[in-house]
């Protein structure tokens, strides 16, 4: 009978370094089929969407915020928390500047799936109490490679309809962010009763069923006082409309 040869140390270090090295080929190319096949930008009607803003958080750096208003943009949603306990360092400078600047303000947090509605509701309310702001509350609700991918579809709804009440409970009105994908997996039948904000490289039109409130267009924009990319949007209506929806926008009494 023949002996079956034990694989060695150096074996196992060179099937290791192999697989690390496939690893990092398959990573590459994901990331390289990402930033140059994948579109990251559609050309919007300005005339026909005369309301357009930005979406920002700390890694856009420090914001001229006067020079974002006088570029014809009108409005801007700021991240102001993630998850459970995580809080955008840069949301006071950035609130501030942009209410200062005359911009129409909003705020925004990262719904991590893996943590519950009241956790997350609690953090966000702790960012932005006391703040004026002039759009609704954002829960950006999407997948990635690291946001909850063990926590089912249900779990991750009952938790964002948990968060959903308690904010509305406080007085907000909540608005969700999504992509297409998540559009058809999270929003549509469950959590339609909400204002959309729709992250799509496609025409504004694409949604006929439910019409989204605000698109975002672009993750490459550029806008004079914002050093980089910065992601651009439009409000999907007239100015006039734009007024009423303002005007109508719940807010907490202070």
Avoid at 45 to 62: L, T
Avoid at 115 to 143: H, M, S, Y
Wanted: with cysteine; charged share 30%.
């Amino acid at each position: 009978m023949s002996k079956r040869r034990t694989p060695t140390q150096p074996d196992y270090i060179k099937w290791l370094l192999l697989l690390g090295a496939a690893i990092l080929v398959v990573l590459g190319g994901a990331y390289l089929f990402w930033h140059y096949v994948l579109p990251h930008s559609v050309n919007v009607d300005r005339y026909r969407y005369p309301v357009a803003g930005i979406d920002v958080s700390k890694h856009n750096g420090e914001i001229d915020f006067e020079k974002v208003a006088a570029d014809d943009y009108q409005f801007v949603f700021i991240k102001a928390s993630e998850g459970k306990t995580y809080q955008d360092e840069a949301f006071n400078r950035n609130y501030q500047g942009a209410r200062d600047a005359g911009l129409k303000v909003g705020a925004y947090h990262f719904f991590r799936k893996n943590r519950t509605g009241e956790e997350q509701a609690a953090n966000l309310l702790n960012v932005v109490k006391g703040k004026e702001l002039d759009l609704p509350l954002v829960i950006d609700l999407e997948d990635d490679w690291g946001n909850g991918a063990t926590t089912s579809r249900e779990t991750a709804l009952k938790r964002v309809l948990e968060m959903i009440e308690i904010l509305d409970d406080k007085g907000y009105d909540v608005m969700i962010y999504t992509n297409l994908d998540g559009y058809g997996k999270y929003y549509k039948g469950m959590l339609g009763d909400h204002d959309l904000w729709l992250c799509s490289f496609t025409s504004p039109d694409i949604l006929t069923d439910k019409p989204h409130r605000f698109q975002q267009f672009s993750h490459e924009g550029v806008v004079d006082g914002v050093k980089g990319d910065v992601d651009l949007n439009v409000w999907r209506g007239s100015k006039r409309e734009w007024q009423r929806y303002l005007d109508q926008v719940k807010q907490p009494k202070r």
